[in-house]
């Protein structure tokens, strides 16, 4: 087992997950999504809708304000590589450059991701890159409502078999989140 795959290893049966360092341009391309995602967030709630979830992609609230039973009060965008605006809807500015910049980060984080795939392989001893598929690749970009609650997400497992924290503008989440200031 290599040195990365050994700190990794033990970060995960320690901790339950495992950091991994990633290159300053992806920490670029990171924050110029979330410059974007914000101003789309800034956006009314009645134009964001029309990119509603469908197929695994697109626009989801969970505002309790507006559904009470939500368990997070957040919204969410998924997107993957193949994603293409609904046809009926016309996307403003911000949305076309949302949309181009977590495209950009899609392709970029790739080969972040293979690697990383290799180590939780030998971790595994299993391949599992035979069950890596980069158009099932999904990007989430998550924005919680302000709200009085203690937690703010709910502990639960997520959909895919890899999750990577990439940048967050709350404490608690991450325990050595990067500086995009």
């Not at 992806?26 to 990119?51: A, D, G, I, Y």
């Not at 609904?86 to 790739?110: H, Q, T, Y």
Request: charged share 25%; glycine share 4%; hydrophobic share 30%.
């Amino acid at each position: 087992m290599n040195k990365n795959t050994s700190k990794i290893k033990n970060e995960l049966d320690k901790f339950g997950y495992g950091i991994i360092d990633y290159p300053e341009s992806l920490k670029n391309t990171v924050s110029e999504l979330m410059k974007n995602f914000k101003s789309f967030c800034e956006q009314s709630f009645e134009h964001k809708q029309n990119l509603s979830y469908q197929n695994s992609m697109g626009y989801e609230n969970r505002d309790r304000t507006i559904n009470p039973e939500s368990v997070d009060h957040k919204e969410s965008f998924y997107i993957k590589s193949g994603y293409e605006m609904p046809r009926a809807f016309l996307p403003s500015k911000i949305d076309e450059d949302f949309v181009s910049s977590c495209k950009n980060l899609l392709d970029e984080a790739f080969e972040l991701i293979m690697s990383s795939t290799e180590i939780f392989s030998e971790i595994a001893g299993v391949d599992l890159q035979q069950y890596f598929d980069r158009s099932a690749l999904t990007l989430r970009t998550i924005h919680y409502y302000p709200d009085s609650s203690t937690e703010i997400a709910h502990h639960h497992v997520d959909r895919g078999g890899q999750t990577y924290h990439l940048f967050e503008t709350t404490d608690g989440l991450v325990p050595r989140p990067f500086n995009s200031q």
